[in-house]
């Protein structure tokens, strides 16, 4: 097959780990016969450094134009001190606004090589761990009204949690699809015994159970999931929940693996567009410096084509080479305890793509 991908490099690390990941999916390209025409456009903070905006209109229209987005990662010290409106990270609130990315894909999951960095006890993980978090990415509080007020108590902030039927319905079906793929059980996070708008989201969730017969439901109070998550993680499957649940529960869940180096992630569209990045961020203490971790953002590539591409076979290729490539005990420094092999981004990215 043939597609377009728009490429964000972006700032500290990001530059290293894409450069990785496009080594691995060149050679998927010759290995399986594809060709992805990649275009490179800036956001973040070299952005503002080159045309003095952290998402230029160029790069918004590249990326429509484009069958999906890989980005590295944006930000670092140097924009800092930039006012909150103008710093690189708004590029990413902006990315996801202006390609309607409403579903967040976080998968957590355990490599059998890497159990040892997970700061839970080895029994609780017995078995492995796969979760996927569905994180409802455009609506609720981190987009709702918002404004400042005076009330007998002083001038007060506020922020309006919000959710219609149809944005819970369509978080809702993505969730269900991927655990008709997957092991085949929702949770659903909320906190519907105080919030209406957990109500709502709650009852809108059975109704879109009722059409997948095969996948189990389960209900579970945000409190209590965040509980679940450190006390017996491998209950889950597919968690969905809304954006400021989805937020924190999808860190907790990547911090139970216990390596930020290694976990991809996905923001889907309506139909089969995506922007693909991995979940940490530029890290700009080991920038330029062939230190990175390159694992992540090579699996963001993997579900890139699992998910836009429908492309499993190919995806399959990316996730066993990774773990070949552990398996063999290569570490990046982010995953090195003493044992096996110290290798840096590139010495990583090369052993990936050799093992394809
Ligand atoms: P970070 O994820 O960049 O780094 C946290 C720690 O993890 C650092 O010690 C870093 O060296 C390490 N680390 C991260 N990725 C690694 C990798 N691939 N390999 C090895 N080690 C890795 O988080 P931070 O330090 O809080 O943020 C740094 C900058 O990144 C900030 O400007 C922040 O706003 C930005 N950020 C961007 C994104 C994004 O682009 N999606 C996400 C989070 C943070």
Known sequence: MEAKLAVIRGDGIGPDIVEQALLVLHKIEEKFGHKFHCQDVLAGGCAIDAVGNCLPQETIDVCKAADAV???????PKWDTL????????????????????????????????????PLKAEILEGGLDILVVRELT??????????KDTPMGPAAYDVEQYSEGEVRRIAKVAFDMAQKRNKHVTSVDKANVLDSSRLWRRI??????????????????????????????????????????????????????????????????????????????????????????????????MMLRYTFGLGAEADAIENAVKAVLAQGLRTPDLFTGEGKLVGTQEMGAAIAAAI
Not at 99 to 104: K, R
Not at 140 to 148: A, D, L, M, Q, S
Not at 212 to 224: A, G, I, K, R, S
């Open 205 to 302: 969730v059975a109704e879109v159970a009722k059409d997948y017969p095969d996948v189990t439901l389960d209900n579970l109070y945000v409190d209590n999931a965040a509980m679940q998550l450190v006390r017996n993680p491998r209950q889950f499957d597919v968690i969905v929940t809304s954006n400021i649940f989805g937020d924190i529960l999808s860190d907790e869940a990547s911090q139970i693996t216990g390596s930020i180096g290694m976990l991809p992630s996905a923001s889907l569209a309506v139909g089969n567009f995506g922007m693909y990045e991995p979940i940490h961020g530029s890290a700009p203490d080991i920038a330029g410096q062939d230190k990175a971790n390159p694992t992540a953002t090579i699996l963001s590539v993997a």
């Open 139 to 148: 609506g609720g509080i981190y987009f709702g009204e918002r404004g400042t």
């Open 70 to 76: 890989l980005l590295g990662a944006v930000g670092g």
């Open 83 to 118: 006012p909150g409106g103008e710093r690189p990270e708004r590029a990413l609130l902006g990315l996801r606004k202006e390609l309607g990315l409403f579903a967040n894909l976080r998968p957590a999951m355990i490599f059998e090589a890497l159990a040892g960095a997970s």
